[in-house]
């Protein structure tokens, strides 16, 4: 499934719709769906949100499964941003404690079997891939 569409939060419910029809079809667990389509929204509202500074932008979000797993993969031509870089929450602070942001990236990458990330043409592409077999399972 492949999706292109302007980087804004109009087009976020369309994008869940057409990934959870997508997991549907692929045969994907309930779980399973319900990761995809939070680690989809993750990543999209992150394009939505940050990578343009205002400015009109796109956003290409391509989602594969096969028997053994399942790969996201999202696009965008705004600023670099890798993920990767991104350092982890303290997670044992006291909830009043933590600053705002950064915990939806760190659930992302606990989700992940493998994170790819590579700026190429001007463009932010970042991959994501779960084992269907362990697909959802804390680490």
Known sequence: MRITCAANTENLADILDKTENYAEKAGLSQEQSLHLLMLTEELAVNVINYAYDGRNGGLEIETVADDESVRLTVSDTGKEFNLLLMPD??????????????????????????ISYRREDGKNITSLTFRRDGFGISR
Not at 93 to 112: D, H, N
């Open 89 to 114: 929450p303290d997670t044992s602070a006291l909830l009043r404690e933590k600053k705002v942001g950064g915990l939806g990236i760190y659930l992302v990458k606990q989700f992940a079997d493998s």
